[in-house]
């Protein structure tokens, strides 16, 4: 195969086979649903170890597909769930589970996902030295971007991961040559039929649905003389279709927002509508007009195919699959009742390492968003189980901020902090049955969007993430040292490794400011990234075809470009049309990330070793994912200038001879 077909296709491999791990890795692991970026972290190691690898060893990786094969293997042997017996929202990994605990099966999963990518990436670092530095580059992004539409056409469809394991063996069978035939068939053909196998097998006998965003599992079951249809996602108990009066025999928590209210509630919004049955609910409590907002397509069919009362089917149901704060953000009508049914995504999102689907509907800007959608007379109503008691205090606290007075918290059972939370309004719009005597001492303040942590008590990183992040670090280093050899080899790309760094952060902080702008849909999450891809893309063709500025000014544009991110505020860009906040967004959000890669174009191609430098890189990348977590404590709008102050080293650690690069 010819270096440039085969460049684009290992770097589409590559990129395609780093989402399937994260995406199947975390339907089998539930610890994965709450540490996305560990499997992007050691993707990242893999592809960085993989350009360093390039020169010194010229057998084909094999290693590869033996390592994905094993993954498999222990991944399906010991699944990681949440026990049956447990109820409430999942935080900070609070939840029992069967299966290995996470500091058995974590490493195991890193640690192959890293070696798993170093094949793809080696293979992609071998094409670099035979073309143009910049060329190659731009091969590399244009497979890059193959990837990506791959992955995304395949989540479009719904496609089970037996089809991932079919791509994946059909990409490994092309890029890695029979030589010699015997080797080909024991070393590539062999590890990838158990792959596609084992995946097959996975498919046809787990019944499973597979979502953009979860597996989801149903069973049937009758409950006290009630047909149910349990519904399980990435291995949690998450929803139940029920009848609606049995749901409200039950559980109390589902009826009092009607209770609170002062009014009959006729023109409902149902954010979290899920499988129907809050949607029976407000049917059958009157409603008129009932609008269904659900993120996820699958569990909306399952909602529409397997719900006893068939709530989807009733005229006075419009269904909207998309994001809530979204709508909210979007929508023009008004209602008499806004009610967040259980948004518990259990899930985060990819490429942010701490931002929850649901994570911008629990915020202050959020609840004074609900309450500018409410009619005259109107209230706004939330439930879920907290476990908490500070939690319930937290979202009371910021309703209270929000709707300027007491709202009605009742906690309809203390185990679980099983609590609903209703504020009209107008304090004359509600009816408490008791005074919420406010939170109580050490309640942490409202989350907002720019640290829209709910389940975050503390300022601070939690220590679970502090030490698992420092063992990445220690096995990064180690790793690197193995497999490249002296870390000599990278001093003189120091500022290289430091532009990876900061691009990670400058990419995270796209991520969760598109997420919040345009909802936190697996739509808006691929086309940031492949908006960022574009961008780099889009430098790397300015620099190949135009005579740019020296580095040092077009340092000066990245840094102009970071201070206008800092100084546009995401208030002012949510009170913009549609149209122009996607395009004022877009500028914002890609003139750093623009500017960031002319600098690395221009230096790239400068570099002496291609491979290590671009390996330098990548592994910067990987240290700007352990870094991203600093924004549970100083925000995502602090991520701006953490990256600012690495581009200010990367600058003093240019050399010399590339300071006036044109």
């Known amino acids: 195969m010819a270096v440039r077909p085969r460049l684009i296709l290992a770097s589409a491999f590559m990129l395609f086979l780093e989402l399937a791990l994260i995406r199947w890795t975390g339907s089998n692991i539930v610890h994965l649903s709450y540490f996305t970026n560990f499997v992007l972290l050691g993707s990242f190691l893999g592809i960085g170890l993989g350009f360093l690898r390039v020169g010194r060893s010229q057998r084909q ?26 109820e409430g929202v999942l935080y900070w990994t609070s939840l029992s589970t069967s299966g290995p605990p996470a500091w058995a099966i974590l490493p195991v999963i890193f640690c192959a996902a890293a070696v798993v990518l170093m ?17 190659a580059y731009r091969y590399d992004l244009i497979g890059s971007l193959t990837g990506i539409a791959a992955f995304t056409a395949l989540s479009f469809l719904s496609a089970p991961p037996v089809f991932w394991g079919l791509i994946a063996a059909i990409c490994y069978g092309l890029l890695l040559m029979p030589r010699p035939r015997v080797l080909y068939v024991g070393l590539v053909t062999v590890p990838s039929l158990v792959v596609v196998g084992l995946l097959l097998a996975e498919t046809l006998t787990a019944g499973a649905i597979w979502s953009p965003y979860y597996k989801v599992t149903t069973k049937q079951l009758v409950q006290l003389g009630v047909p149910v ?38 023109d409902v919004l149902i954010v979290g509508a899920g499988s129907g049955t809050d949607v029976a609910i407000a049917l059958s409590k009157g409603a008129t007009r009932v609008d269904a907002v659900e993120i996820d397509p699958k569990l909306r069919e399952l909602g529409g195919s397997t719900h006893p009362d068939k709530p989807y089917a009733d005229p006075r149901v419009t269904t909207h699959v998309t ?35 649901e994570s911008y509907l629990f915020t202050e800007e959020a609840m004074r968003a609900a309450r500018a959608h409410l009619k005259p007379g109107g209230t706004f109503s939330m439930y879920n189980y907290y476990r908490e008691s500070w939690l319930v205090d937290r979202l009371a606290s910021t309703m209270q901020r929000a709707f300027g007075h007491k709202p009605c918290v009742d906690v309809v059972s203390t185990a679980g902090q099983q609590a609903v939370i209703t504020a009209g309004l107008a304090a004359a719009d509600q009816r408490c049955a008791a005074e919420w005597p406010g939170a109580a001492p050490g309640t942490p303040e409202p989350a907002g969007d720019d640290r829209p942590f709910l389940y975050l008590k503390e300022g601070t990183i939690p220590p679970i993430y502090v030490i698992t992040l420092a063992l990445i670090l220690i096995v990064s280093l180690l790793a690197v040292r193995v497999v490249a050899g002296p870390y000599q080899r990278m001093r003189p790309y120091a500022d290289l490794f430091l532009l990876g760094v900061g691009f990670m952060l400058l990419e995270t902080k796209s991520v969760t400011g598109f ?32 005579r740019t500025p020296p580095l040092p000014i077009m340092y000066g544009v990245l ?10 505020p995401n208030e002012w860009l949510l009170s913009l049309p549609l149209p122009l906040r996607a395009v004022a967004a877009v500028t914002v959000a890609f003139l750093p990330i623009f500017a960031a890669n002319v600098v690395f174009a221009k230096r790239f191609a400068d570099t002496a070793d291609a491979t290590t430098s671009f390996g330098a890189n990548l592994l910067g990348a990987m240290v700007g994912g352990c870094l991203e977590y600093v924004a549970l404590v100083i925000g995502y709008k602090g991520l701006l200038v953490v990256a600012a102050l690495l581009y200010v080293g990367a600058l003093a650690l240019l050399p010399r001879k590339n300071s006036a690069l044109v």
């Not at 990681?80 to 017996?85: F, G, K, L, S």
């Not at 840094?559 to 546009?568: D, E, I, K, P, Q």
């Open 119 to 135: 094949g793809p990436a080696e293979l992609v670092g071998r094409c670099f030295p035979e073309l143009p530095r910049l060329e």
């Open 559 to 568: 840094f102009a470009g970071l201070l206008l991110a800092w100084l546009v």
């Open 323 to 357: 994001d809530g704060r979204a709508f909210l953000e979007r929508t023009g009508d008004k209602y008499d009742l806004i009610l967040f049914a259980l948004p518990d995504s259990l899930t985060l999102v990819s490429g942010a390492s701490s931002l929850r689907l």
């Open 61 to 86: 990786p094999y290693y590869s597909p033996i390592v994905l094969a094993v993954l498999t293997i222990v991944v399906l042997t010991f699944p990681v769930t949440v026990d049956r017996n447990t």
């Open 515 to 546: 997420a919040l702008l345009f909802g936190t849909t697996w739509v808006v999450n691929a086309i940031v990234f492949a908006g960022v891809l574009v961008a780099v893309l889009a430098a790397v063709e300015v620099t190949r075809r135009f």
């Open 229 to 266: 249809t349990d519904i399980a996602v990435n291995g949690i108990p998450h929803q139940q279709a029920v009848p609606a009066y049995a749901r409200l025999q039950w559980e109390a928590q589902y009826g009092l927002p009607y209770e609170r209210a002062s009014k009959q509630p006729r």
